[in-house]
């Protein structure tokens, strides 16, 4: 009886992890061979063709391949396939929820992020995890939100969950990047009160040590340091621990000191059963070489890391891209670029737009526009922004043809401005090239007749005019009207044709007398009028019933 009366709106419960059995774990099975495999195209394919079968994916193979492509930074596939599976009645459980929120604050869109964690809270069946508040409170800090991210630790707390230190450590480092150590020391101080004790968890000790070196307090900042790495310290260190040691190190004047514990970290690490190194701890010392500008030892190190099991992903290539780039050092960021092939790590927009614009900057527009069609053809959607700087980098070399070449290319793909419309037609202009403006001009009063507005109207009509061909503008206007014109009257001509067949088939279809109706007079006299192969049939049919 509860079961009629349930309420069909309510939200669907996940299924339990006990459903991956049989052909559903063999499925599961084949699609993460995929993913090892690296072709996440076609887990996500697998995926979809599964869910309509007879074998129907469970929630947590839709979640590997949706952890796959946020690995590879691959939001919009896993977006896509999100609302596949939810258009197909696949429950999302808490990790889904949690691969969604990950990828809103990647994509620096936290209004979205905090709006889907009120749907949780609101529909799901189920509360958020620690995990949820960690994915929530580092976005919003990552994206300078800090006091937002602090009222949520307090609402976390509210719900009954305990105090976690990841999440302290969090709040702990935006207020060092705020510059305010008292902060710092104040959420410390609510965690050890929290603990009713010292913190064994030393995540929080890189912010404490950034702490006493924003308050100037060298002695107190190693005694930390020792107190979280020394040889008879109590506190539990994980490979994210001992990064934030060496970044509070290695941003204070304390390099040689964080190579020292590096090194120490590199033979300590054993995995699985002892892990303090991961791709964190690389990042933090590349980024110190670079500081000091020690670029070849940043690119070594960086290099180094599948020596350890390590896997660079994009953001850490575009980290070292981006460096290498802003020194003068574009042929080694170059190479840099090459070997993410080799390492199977997609190049994402700000790959190609950070060596598009260096190499205008290094007199290289060629190659700047080759990465710019690179990126084009690696399905990424470059913005309005870099499509303008690449044009007005080609025009300004004298490559009007090319940057020709992509404003036919990029027309159909990026809503246009006036102003970026007029860049490209005052340099056809300026190279004598009137007819290819006059045949811009008519495709968009073809394709997207708003676009041309009348300030755009003015500026072509005030060009023509200087070369004495205004008149020509006025023409294609006038000729483009009557096409519309002459196509809008073939359209009604067709509309009316195809409506007198279908009377005509319907009437062949139902005789009149069938109904008992009467001929009009127009349709009795085009009934009277005959061939004469009609009349003599007529003859001959009367001269039979005459004999008969």
């Given at each position: 009886?509860?079961?009629?009366?349930?309420?069909?709106?309510?939200?669907?419960?996940?299924?339990?992890?006990?459903?991956?059995?049989?052909?559903?774990?063999?499925?599961?099975?084949?699609?993460?061979?995929l993913?090892?495999?690296n072709?996440?195209?076609?887990a996500?394919?697998?995926?979809r063709?599964?869910i309509?079968?007879n074998?129907?994916?469970?929630?947590?193979?839709?979640?590997?391949?949706?952890?796959a492509?946020?690995?590879?930074?691959r939001y919009?596939d896993?977006?896509?396939l999100?609302?596949?599976?939810?258009?197909a009645?696949?429950?999302?459980?808490?990790v889904?929820h949690?691969?969604?929120?990950?990828?809103?604050?990647?994509?620096?869109?936290?209004?979205?992020?905090?709006?889907?964690?009120k749907q949780l809270?609101?529909?799901?069946?189920?509360?958020?995890?620690?995990t949820?508040?960690?994915?929530?409170?580092?976005?919003?800090v990552?994206?300078?939100?800090?006091?937002?991210?602090?009222e949520?630790?307090?609402?976390?707390?509210?719900?009954?969950?305990?105090?976690?230190?990841?999440?302290?450590?969090?709040?702990m480092?935006?207020?060092?990047?705020?510059?305010?150590?008292?902060?710092i020391?104040?959420?410390?101080?609510e965690?050890?009160?929290k603990?009713?004790?010292?913190?064994?968890?030393?995540v929080?000790?890189?912010?404490l040590?950034?702490?006493?070196?924003?308050r100037?307090?060298?002695?107190?900042?190693?005694?930390?340091?020792?107190?979280?790495?020394?040889?008879n310290?109590?506190?539990?260190?994980?490979?994210?621990?001992?990064?934030?040691?060496?970044d509070?190190?290695?941003?204070?004047?304390r390099?040689?000191?964080?190579?020292?514990l590096?090194?120490?970290?590199?033979?300590?690490?054993?995995?699985p059963?002892r892990?303090?190194?991961?791709?964190?701890?690389?990042?933090?010392?590349?980024?110190g070489?670079?500081?000091?500008?020690?670029?070849?030892?940043?690119?070594?190190?960086?290099?180094?890391?599948?020596?350890?099991?390590?896997?660079?992903?994009?953001?850490?290539?575009?980290?070292?891209?981006?460096?290498?780039?802003?020194?003068?050092?574009?042929?080694?960021?170059?190479?840099?670029?090459?070997?993410?092939?080799?390492?199977?790590?997609?190049?994402?927009?700000y790959?190609?737009?950070?060596?598009?614009?260096?190499?205008?900057?290094?007199?290289?527009?060629?190659?700047?526009a080759a990465?710019?069609?690179?990126?084009?053809e690696?399905?990424?959607r470059?913005n309005?922004?870099?499509?303008?700087?690449?044009?007005e980098?080609?025009?300004?070399?004298?490559?009007?043809?090319?940057?020709?070449?992509?404003?036919?290319?990029?027309?159909?793909?990026?809503?246009?401005?006036?102003?970026?419309?007029?860049?490209?037609?005052?340099?056809?202009?300026e190279?004598?090239?009137?007819?290819?403006?006059?045949?811009?001009v008519?495709?968009?009063?073809?394709e997207?007749?708003?676009?041309?507005?009348?300030?755009?109207?003015?500026?072509?009509?005030?060009?023509?005019?200087?070369?004495?061909?205004?008149e020509?503008?006025?023409?294609?206007?006038?000729?483009?009207?009557?096409e519309?014109?002459?196509?809008?009257?073939?359209?009604?001509?067709a509309?009316?044709?195809?409506?007198?067949?279908?009377?005509a088939?319907?009437?062949?279809?139902?005789?009149?007398?069938?109904?008992?109706?009467?001929?009009?007079?127009?349709?009795?006299?085009?009934?009277?009028?005959?061939?004469?192969?009609?009349?003599?049939?007529?003859?001959?049919n009367?001269e039979?019933?005459?004999?008969s």
């Amino acid at each position: 009886m509860n079961a009629l009366n349930s309420n069909p709106n309510a939200p669907k419960l996940p299924e339990p992890v006990s459903a991956l059995t049989g052909n559903r774990l063999n499925l599961h099975n084949r699609i993460l061979k995929l993913i090892r495999e690296n072709d996440l195209d076609e887990a996500a394919l697998y995926t979809r063709h599964s869910i309509y079968s007879n074998c129907r994916p469970t929630i947590y193979t839709c979640n590997a391949v949706m952890a796959a492509q946020l690995r590879q930074g691959r939001y919009a596939d896993l977006l896509s396939l999100h609302r596949f599976i939810t258009q197909a009645g696949v429950a999302a459980n808490i990790v889904t929820h949690n691969l969604l929120l990950t990828t809103y604050m990647d994509c620096r869109k936290t209004d979205t992020a905090m709006e889907h964690y009120k749907q949780l809270i609101n529909d799901a069946p189920f509360n958020p995890s620690p995990t949820t508040y960690r994915i929530l409170i580092k976005g919003l800090v990552d994206n300078k939100k800090l006091e937002r991210a602090m009222e949520l630790k307090d609402e976390m707390l509210s719900k009954g969950l305990e105090a976690d230190p990841v999440v302290y450590s969090y709040l702990m480092s935006g207020q060092a990047k705020n510059s305010n150590p008292d902060g710092i020391f104040n959420l410390y101080e609510e965690l050890k009160e929290k603990f009713g004790g010292p913190i064994s968890d030393g995540v929080v000790y890189g912010s404490l040590m950034k702490g006493y070196f924003l308050r100037g307090m060298e002695k107190e900042t190693m005694e930390c340091y020792e107190e979280a790495v020394g040889q008879n310290s109590k506190v539990k260190m994980s490979a994210v621990a001992f990064n934030s040691v060496l970044d509070a190190l290695s941003k204070n004047g304390r390099f040689d000191e964080a190579l020292k514990l590096f090194d120490r970290m590199l033979k300590e690490h054993d995995p699985p059963k002892r892990l303090t190194v991961n791709l964190g701890s690389f990042n933090v010392i590349v980024d110190g070489y670079c500081a000091l500008g020690k670029f070849t030892d940043a690119i070594e190190v960086f290099n180094s890391m599948g020596d350890k099991r390590c896997r660079p992903d994009t953001l850490s290539y575009n980290n070292l891209i981006d460096q290498l780039c802003n020194n003068g050092m574009l042929g080694e960021a170059e190479e840099l670029y090459m070997s993410m092939k080799e390492k199977q790590v997609n190049p994402d927009e700000y790959t190609f737009v950070t060596l598009m614009d260096t190499c205008f900057k290094e007199n290289r527009p060629d190659d700047a526009a080759a990465y710019y069609k690179a990126m084009v053809e690696s399905k990424l959607r470059p913005n309005l922004g870099v499509y303008d700087r690449l044009i007005e980098g080609l025009v300004k070399v004298g490559k009007v043809e090319e940057a020709k070449f992509f404003f036919e290319m990029m027309v159909s793909k990026l809503r246009m401005t006036d102003d970026t419309y007029k860049f490209i037609m005052n340099a056809l202009f300026e190279v004598g090239k009137h007819e290819d403006v006059l045949n811009i001009v008519g495709r968009m009063l073809r394709e997207d007749p708003a676009d041309f507005t009348s300030e755009l109207e003015e500026f072509v009509a005030e060009a023509l005019r200087k070369v004495n061909r205004e008149e020509e503008l006025t023409k294609l206007m006038e000729d483009v009207e009557r096409e519309k014109a002459e196509a809008a009257a073939r359209e009604a001509e067709a509309a009316e044709r195809a409506k007198a067949s279908a009377k005509a088939a319907i009437a062949s279809l139902l005789p009149s007398k069938l109904f008992g109706n009467k001929e009009s007079k127009e349709d009795a006299a085009a009934a009277n009028e005959s061939t004469p192969e009609a009349e003599v049939v007529a003859k001959e049919n009367t001269e039979e019933t005459s004999a008969s």
